[in-house]
């Protein structure tokens, strides 16, 4: 590839911060809010024009649905944004008008239900944005938007800040402790921190999301029911889970695709997300494109134009062959794709698929996840009560000082990458980190060093359960 040298220049400091956290999806948002809550000063900088994440952005309101009766919660603010966003009228209980008693028996059994209410609901993508705007002036935090990081500002081994770029050109923000927040380890790349990214014909795919209006919800309902998907038909599960109910849509798109109106080399299997009493069906996961590399720019624009192509080969055949879409329109497609998997951190420990399938237990534990794999063919819901220990040294990067990295890249094999992606999760590695950050200027040691007992009963006290 031809090169040019960019000219070097001075470029404006415009802020000083004690911790920055640079992403603003689940992670981010636990970071910046427990960092806070933990009393020191904090920015946040999100690329985009909201915070959210995959929630906002590609329009993922299910944080919540691995959750069944027997399920180990691990509190902190994953469930505190669920409960925030109930209070506000930001979340929709997915089943809450099926009155088809088969089916809500059917879910009674499966745990989904207790005594007629549903055990999870559905962030409402949309007004969740003005959920977390609301949560982050509360707590303080300040708030910068429309700016990308585009590189570590380092001395020797230690970070120092970042240079974001914006409308209003390169400028730079100069912090005690960051955390990166990106979902693909931006800063942490840019910093010199290792990291594993696999070849993009094995990463997990990424997806184009879309929303439909116009649906006729009673009929689509009644479809679900006399059509009943089981997780069995779309994953390798641990057994258990074989026959239990899942929003999983595929008949519509086989049958399109027996008539010739979407091409053989294209897959469509839809999950649907909630719906609404406007006839809405907010959110159809089903446009998925393997062999694109999320940090490669061609590959990104590549995909979110074929996926929109795909979208429309999607509403085509859900009009056609599914009760209720007869006029139904395009409501929404998300403001950007969705990544599944790019890069991960070395870590000071690399979580494994030992680890997250039987109930690893650490010393330096900043959370628990409950037993929830989703990925790389492997499908294991919590529904018997079984959790593993979230260990801090996922989140701490080698050779970079006073760095962490959490969310989706956090240091792990490919299996525990399916349950450590998970939002329930994020928000863990998240939380844990802000405290972590807080915890080691006050003592003046670095995030290696940090005092982990010190973290672990403010973690209890900000509500998070650790063992
Ligand atoms: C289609 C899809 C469906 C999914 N379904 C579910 C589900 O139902 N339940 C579940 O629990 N999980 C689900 N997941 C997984 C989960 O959504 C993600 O793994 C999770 O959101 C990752 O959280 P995060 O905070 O690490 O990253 P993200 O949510 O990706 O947030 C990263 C944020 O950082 C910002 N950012 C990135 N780079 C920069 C930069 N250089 N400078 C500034 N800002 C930057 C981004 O704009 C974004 O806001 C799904 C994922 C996808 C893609």
Redesign the pocket.
């Known amino acids: 590839m031809r090169m040019i040298d960019e000219p070097s220049k001075k470029i404006p400091i415009i802020a000083e911060t004690e911790i920055l956290v640079?992403?603003?999806?689940?992670?981010?948002?636990s970071a910046a809010l427990s960092a806070a809550r933990a009393g020191v000063e904090v920015m946040i900088?999100?690329?985009?024009g909201c915070?959210?994440?995959?929630?906002?952005?590609?329009m993922?309101g299910?944080?919540?649905?691995?959750r069944y009766a027997q399920t180990i919660e691990s509190g902190g603010i994953g469930l505190e944004l669920e409960e925030r966003s109930k209070s506000m009228d930001a979340s929709i209980d997915i089943f809450g008008k099926i009155k088809n008693k088969e089916l809500t028996d059917v879910l009674e059994q499966e745990g989904l239900m207790v005594e007629g209410k549903a055990t999870y609901e559905v962030l409402d993508t949309e007004m969740f944005k003005h959920v977390v705007d609301e949560m982050i002036q509360e707590a303080g935090i300040k708030p910068l938007l429309h700016?990308?990081?585009?590189q570590a500002i380092m001395d020797e081994d230690v970070i120092k800040g970042v240079i974001?770029e914006s409308k209003s050109g390169r400028q730079a923000i100069l912090a005690k402790r960051i955390i990166d927040?990106?979902?693909?380890a931006?800063?942490a790349h840019h910093a010199g921190a290792p990291f594993n990214k696999s070849p993009k014909n094995e990463l997990m795919e990424?997806?184009v999301?879309f929303g439909c209006s116009g649906v006729n919800i009673g009929k689509f309902l009644m479809y679900v029911y006399l059509n009943r998907s089981k997780f069995g038909d779309w994953g390798e599960t641990s057994g258990k889970e074989e026959d239990f109910f899942t929003t999983y849509l595929t008949e519509p798109f086989k049958k399109a695709q027996e008539a010739g109106e979407i091409p053989n080399d294209v897959t469509i299997e839809s999950?649907w997300?909630c719906y609404t009493d406007a006839g809405e069906i907010n959110s159809f996961?089903g446009i998925h494109m393997n062999n694109i590399d999320p940090t490669d720019v061609w590959d990104l624009t590549k995909a979110e134009i074929e996926g929109r192509k795909r979208v429309m080969m999607a509403i085509n055949a859900l009009k056609k062959y599914t009760p209720g879409f007869k006029k139904a329109r395009l409501r929404t497609i998300g403001a950007?794709?969705?990544?599944?998997e790019s890069r991960k951190i070395i870590g000071q420990y690399n979580i494994t698929e030992d680890d997250v399938r039987n109930e690893a237990r650490f010393e330096d534990t900043i959370g628990i996840c409950p037993e929830?794999i989703?990925g790389h063919g492997v499908c294991i819901m919590p529904t018997t009560g079984r959790y593993f220990h979230v260990p801090y040294g996922i989140i701490v990067p080698q050779k970079v000082e006073n760095l962490l990295v959490?969310?989706?890249?956090v240091a792990g094999d490919k299996i525990s990458h399916a349950a450590t992606?998970?939002?329930?999760?994020?928000t863990v590695t998240?939380q844990g980190a802000g405290v972590a950050a807080a915890v080691s200027i006050k003592d003046d040691l670095t995030c290696r060093l940090v005092n982990i007992s010190k973290v672990q009963n403010i973690l209890k006290k900000q509500g998070v359960r650790i063992e």
């Not at 640079?22 to 948002?29: D, L, R, T």
């Not at 915070?51 to 590609?58: A, E, K, L, N, Y």
């Not at 950007?336 to 599944?340: A, E, F, K, N, P």
């Not at 959490?406 to 890249?409: E, L, P, Y």
């Open positions: 640079v992403g603003g999806g689940p992670a981010g948002i900088v999100e690329r985009y915070f959210g994440g995959v929630i906002t952005q590609t993922i299910t944080i919540s649905w691995y700016c990308t990081v585009v974001i927040a990106t979902g693909d931006d800063v990424v997806t999301n999950y997300g996961n950007s794709l969705g990544t599944r929830f989703d959490v969310g989706r890249a992606r998970q939002m329930v999760c994020c998240g």
